[in-house]
């Protein structure tokens, strides 16, 4: 983590330093103990396919945690977060062996509000898909 | 099956939820997050926070449990089997901490028909056992498929 940014120093159109995640099955099976979400289209292949899935996807959840990183990272503070929303636009299909995914985020800072806050847009990554959709932080630097 | 629109609006009992560091520590690495102010006590107060800090998504460990109240209530008629997570949203008066006693309540703010699916939007607001506001999550849930076919189509009102 940075040390806080401070809101001097940003303007809109600022680039967040991008991230890299690679997620197999097992993450998928962690994420689910900790956060209670064991809902077998994140665990169970044939379920999986049988609701009309083309494999094991990632919790929702899991990806909107892996993006949220962009902007704690750049603003070097866990708590400067005020607002934070996404839509899931298409899932993150894990299939079972040693590649898995892969989620990239982007972020740029969109707009400079009140208070000393900013709003950063993201951008996530699976597979050449948009995974999720209107992915916007509303973070309050120093 | 359709969803109950009456139920819009209905307000369901708080969850206790007491948050303990091991459980912050433990979502914390399942997604990854390995700074030390997510695991360490030192780190998060020289940091200038009261203890470790949950994670930004964190809160979904208690909406969760608030909206399974929901998607639970026989009067609401969810075939959760249907159901896909449409959207996520968080605002935060402050980070939760570890130590913290909180309390978080269910209120459906949404039941709508989108075409043959429906939309169910469930807000939660988290507060101390002191009463103090620490954030609010609104979940949308899409229920493919369950929207009442329009009347006279010849249809059984069978999901498709």
């Known amino acids: 983590m940075s040390p806080r940014r401070e809101v001097a120093q940003v303007a809109p159109g600022d680039a967040l330093p991008p991230v890299h995640h690679e997620i197999q099955r097992p993450d998928l099976v962690k994420y689910a103990g900790a956060s209670g979400d064991f809902n077998p289209i994140h665990w169970n292949e044939k379920f999986a396919k049988e609701v009309g899935l083309p494999d094991v996807i990632a919790h929702g959840m899991f990806t909107m945690a892996e993006a949220i990183r962009v902007v704690t990272d750049w603003a070097g503070d866990p708590g400067a977060v005020v607002e934070y929303g996404v839509r899931f636009t298409k899932p993150v299909v894990v299939p079972n062996d040693d590649e898995g995914a892969t989620i990239e985020v982007s972020g740029k800072v969109a707009v400079k509000l009140d208070d000393n806050t900013v709003r950063v847009d993201l951008v996530a990554m699976s597979a050449g898909q948009k995974v999720l959709g209107m992915s916007r932080a509303v973070v309050r630097l120093a | ?160």
């Open chain 2, 1 to 160: 099956m359709p969803l109950n629109r009456a139920l819009l609006g209905k307000e369901y009992p708080p969850v206790r939820y007491e948050v303990g560091r091991e459980k912050l520590r433990e979502f914390a690495e399942s997604v990854g997050e390995t700074d030390p102010i997510y695991h360490d006590e030192e780190a998060a107060r020289a940091a200038g926070h009261p203890d470790i800090p949950a994670v930004p998504t964190f809160p979904i460990v208690l909406t969760r449990r608030v909206g399974q109240k929901v998607y639970d209530d026989p009067e609401l008629g969810l075939d959760y089997s249907r159901v896909v997570h449409g959207e996520q949203e968080f605002s935060y008066h402050r980070p939760i901490f570890a130590g913290d006693r909180l309390l978080a309540a269910g209120r459906v703010v949404a039941v709508e028909v989108k075409g043959r699916h429906e939309l169910l939007a469930v807000e939660t607001r988290v507060i101390t056992e002191t009463g103090e506001p620490v954030c609010s999550a609104v979940v949308t849930l899409i229920a493919r498929g369950t929207a009442q076919p329009p009347a006279g189509d010849g249809t059984s009102g069978a999901p498709a």
